[in-house]
């Protein structure tokens, strides 16, 4: 338990070292006005989607492929093969 907790510290010291060394003008960089999402009115109107890539293997599947609908908060996980191109 005592590994876990010094690697967890260990890494979150890193990132916050290496974000505080960056140059303020690029952390805090201007892209013009903020403008919100629409609101969805309707059930998968409005997704998001994602992979995860890089997981363990577990028979045979090692990606997941996440589509989140912004209403409803519900989300799907498809397991993905990581099939190389020919």
Known sequence: MAIEHTAALFYSWS???IVNR???TARYKKYGKV?????????????????????PNVKGYNQCWVIVDRFT????FI???NRKAK
Request: charged share 20%; glycine share 0%; net charge positive.
């Open 73 to 76: 908060k519900m989300a799907h």
């Open 35 to 55: 403008v919100p999402l629409q609101i969805p009115s309707r059930h998968w109107e409005h997704i998001s989607m994602d992979f995860i890539t890089d997981l």
């Open 15 to 17: 990132i916050r070292y």
């Open 79 to 81: 397991p993905l093969k």
């Open 22 to 24: 960056a140059p303020v």
